[in-house]
């Protein structure tokens, strides 16, 4: 089985995660490098600045969807490790693609996609935990670090097996490094809220 190879299960998921749809999708609607606009980031926050829900929408689910169907696929196996090596190997290819000079998106639709696939109680916690801190705090950056650290600190209250908690928790490191500039920003007040350019 391919799950028998773990060099082979994390190429063919880092280069899964590393297809750039944000890019793909900007480009063929004639939406221009979607790197030269706002944040110069791939992923979907970015791309509702091009001024197109729809495209936004469709990068979101295109960029969560990588991350579930390789995750989920690989877990037939039933090997832990296998499986969040897979998980861990998606995130960090959209973060990091091959195709863009490793030069990618945060990781927060692909994370949430890869928890939700490792457990699914933690992908309603990170839509909850980021709807709620989204809606009272107004900051998207900040949404996205609540729920990956609740999701982190989840894998364990779950008693989930190590390998996935271990992830999890990589996973919730990766996006908070991903965030620095944000991080910044909310520490020094600039941060824009959600509907703010």
Same mark, same amino acid.
């Given at each position: 089985?391919?799950?028998?190879?773990?060099?082979?299960?994390?190429?063919?998921?880092?280069?899964?995660?590393?297809?750039?749809?944000?890019?793909?999708?900007?480009?063929?609607?004639?939406?221009?490098?979607?790197?030269?606009?706002?944040?110069?980031?791939?992923?979907?926050?970015?791309?509702?600045?091009?001024?197109?829900?729809?495209?936004? /929408? !469709?990068?979101?689910?295109?960029? @969560?969807?990588?991350?579930? *169907?390789? %995750?989920?696929?690989? +877990?037939?196996?039933?090997? =832990?490790?296998?499986?969040?090596?897979?998980?861990?190997?998606?995130?960090?290819?959209?973060?990091?693609?091959?195709?863009?000079?490793?030069?990618?998106?945060?990781?927060?639709?692909?994370?949430?996609?890869?928890?939700?696939?490792?457990?699914?109680?933690?992908?309603?916690?990170?839509?909850?935990?980021?709807?709620?801190?989204?809606? /009272? !705090?107004?900051?998207?950056?900040? @949404?996205?670090?609540?729920? *990956?650290? %609740?999701?982190?600190? +989840?894998?364990?209250?779950? =008693?989930?097996?190590?390998?996935?908690?271990?992830?999890?928790?990589?996973?919730?490191?990766?996006?908070?490094?991903?965030?620095?500039?944000?991080?910044?920003?909310?520490?020094?007040?600039?941060?824009?809220?959600?509907?703010?350019?």
């Amino acid at each position: 089985m391919i799950t028998d190879s773990y060099p082979l299960v994390a190429t063919i998921a880092y280069l899964v995660g590393s297809i750039p749809f944000g890019l793909i999708l900007t480009k063929m609607a004639g939406r221009g490098d979607i790197r030269a606009i706002g944040s110069g980031n791939i992923g979907a926050t970015n791309v509702l600045r091009t001024g197109s829900k729809k495209l936004a /929408v !469709l990068t979101l689910c295109l960029d @969560a969807g990588k991350g579930a *169907a390789i %995750t989920l696929l690989v +877990a037939i196996s039933g090997n =832990h490790v296998v499986v969040a090596l897979a998980g861990l190997a998606v995130t960090f290819g959209h973060c990091f693609p091959v195709w863009l000079r490793f030069q990618g998106g945060k990781g927060v639709a692909t994370s949430l996609a890869v928890f939700a696939a490792f457990d699914w109680r933690l992908g309603v916690l990170f839509c909850v935990v980021w709807l709620g801190t989204a809606l /009272v !705090l107004r900051f998207s950056s900040l @949404a996205a670090l609540v729920s *990956a650290m %609740t999701c982190g600190i +989840a894998g364990f209250v779950l =008693h989930l097996p190590a390998p996935i908690a271990i992830a999890m928790l990589v996973l919730t490191g990766l996006i908070w490094t991903r965030h620095h500039k944000n991080i910044g920003r909310l520490l020094a007040g600039t941060e824009p809220k959600i509907g703010e350019q």
